[in-house]
């Protein structure tokens, strides 16, 4: 789904400037790293970046243009440092839609920063209240124009499944983002952290999660949305960090190590279930791009399974080295006629118009 990968020195900096603890938030829990920065350690590392590399330095967690400005400034100076000498290509920081003005963006500018990613969350004033996110969808529009004003990338985190969430309020949040023309998103559904509110709400019986194969449902109905407005999906789900893969981190909800790769597939299942739509009662196989030939089977062979339920006949997935993109076809057994195509963006098309008209939204 998403665009060929940057090569990323990541730095997390979970909780700074931070101006209060949302329901769902312990990025300890998540990144496994304590509060404190050290300066010194991130210096050295990007310092230590050699020529030819042109490594992106990200600031990713808390809220980075919240943090006291001398902070700031010396977590960016060595990257700009770096980024004036040709050795560093990118630099990127994380934080609040509330925490954007022109005054922040211009001193941003100063020291090279390129990529703005806002944590929306969600687009639901109901649900950013019940979430404690201290900030409107008022504020998520009025920084995603500052930021593309000020000539900077514009990167929208989106977390479907927080409480007072629905499906048709995650898809519309997912339009509302892709009408916004940001350069990337992320989608994370809404995992149930130990030693968060959300977690004491979970155990109090007054939210329920989404399970993993809802929150499929729920991201690959909005992937599909940010895929046919051509804007790229630097990642769906957590990262399975160490820490969040012991026991006892994760409490309940959507959290899956292959998340991304199961959103993948089930949307290569409806482009699949479309064709063998258009195909009829005509008795074939189906052929799709060789290297995403375990993204259409599916793990454990479950798209392949279900096409065959679906279909009431045995269906075929086979590579071919053919077929551009993500277009597929369908060949008959007795090879009589001609394929019968689907290409990626005509999927995508038809799909979000039925997606459009189940969610009675526009």
């Given amino acids: 789904m998403a665009k060929a990968k940057r090569n990323i020195l990541p730095f997390f900096i979970p909780h700074q400037g931070c101006p209060n603890q949302c329901i769902f938030c312990n990025q300890h829990r998540i990144t496994g790293i304590g509060a404190a920065i050290d300066f010194a350690a991130i210096e050295q590392e990007i310092l230590q970046v050699a020529p030819?590399?042109?490594?992106?330095?990200?600031?990713?967690?808390?809220?980075?243009?919240?943090?006291?400005?001398?902070?700031?400034?010396r977590l960016l100076a060595p990257a700009y440092a770096q980024k004036e000498k040709?050795?560093?290509?990118?630099?990127?920081?994380?934080?609040?839609?509330?925490?954007?003005?022109g005054e922040r963006l211009l001193f941003l500018q100063q020291y090279g920063v390129d990529i703005i990613e806002i944590g929306a969350q969600s687009f639901s004033d109901r649900v950013l209240v019940n979430a404690g996110r201290g900030h409107s969808s008022e504020d998520i529009f009025r920084a995603a124009t500052l930021i593309k004003e000020y000539g900077f990338q514009?990167?929208?985190?989106?977390?479907?499944?927080?409480?007072?969430?629905?499906?048709?309020?995650?898809?519309?949040?997912?339009?509302?983002?892709?009408?916004?023309?940001?350069?990337?998103?992320?989608?994370?559904?809404?995992?149930?952290?130990?030693d968060t509110p959300l977690c004491d709400m979970y155990h109090r019986g007054v939210y329920q999660p989404l399970t993993v194969?809802?929150?499929?449902?729920?991201?690959?109905?909005?992937?599909?949305?940010?895929?046919?407005?051509?804007?790229?999906?630097?990642?769906?789900?957590?990262?399975?960090?160490?820490?969040?893969?012991?026991?006892?981190?994760?409490?309940?909800?959507?959290?899956?190590?292959?998340?991304?790769?199961?959103?993948?597939?089930?949307?290569a299942l409806a482009q699949c279930q479309m064709l063998l739509k258009m195909a009829g009662t005509i008795e074939g196989h189906i052929l799709v791009p060789e290297r995403l030939l375990s993204t259409y089977?599916?793990?454990?062979?479950?798209?392949?399974?279900?096409?065959?339920?679906?279909?009431?006949?045995?269906?075929?997935?086979?590579?071919?080295?053919?077929?551009?993109?993500?277009?597929?076809?369908?060949?008959?057994?007795?090879?009589?006629?001609?394929?019968?195509?689907?290409?990626?963006?005509?999927f995508l098309c038809h799909y979000i118009k039925k997606i459009k008209e189940h969610s009675n939204l526009y």
């Fill in 52 to 73: 030819g590399e042109k490594m992106e330095i990200a600031f990713y967690g808390g809220s980075f243009s919240g943090l006291p400005q001398e902070v700031q400034q």
């Fill in 86 to 101: 040709g050795v560093v290509s990118h630099i990127r920081i994380s934080t609040r839609p509330d925490y954007i003005d």
């Fill in 154 to 194: 514009l990167i929208i985190q989106l977390l479907p499944g927080l409480p007072g969430d629905s499906y048709e309020t995650a898809v519309a949040g997912g339009q509302t983002a892709a009408d916004l023309q940001p350069a990337g998103v992320r989608i994370y559904p809404a995992v149930v952290l130990a």
């Fill in 213 to 267: 194969t809802e929150a499929v449902i729920w991201c690959r109905d909005m992937a599909a949305i940010f895929l046919a407005a051509g804007i790229d999906i630097i990642r769906i789900g957590l990262q399975p960090t160490e820490e969040l893969c012991q026991g006892g981190t994760v409490v309940a909800g959507a959290f899956h190590p292959a998340f991304g790769q199961l959103t993948q597939s089930a949307l």
């Fill in 297 to 346: 089977i599916g793990q454990k062979r479950a798209n392949l399974l279900a096409l065959c339920e679906v279909a009431g006949r045995k269906v075929n997935i086979l590579s071919s080295g053919d077929l551009p993109n993500q277009d597929i076809c369908y060949v008959s057994i007795d090879e009589k006629g001609l394929p019968i195509y689907l290409t990626w963006q005509d």
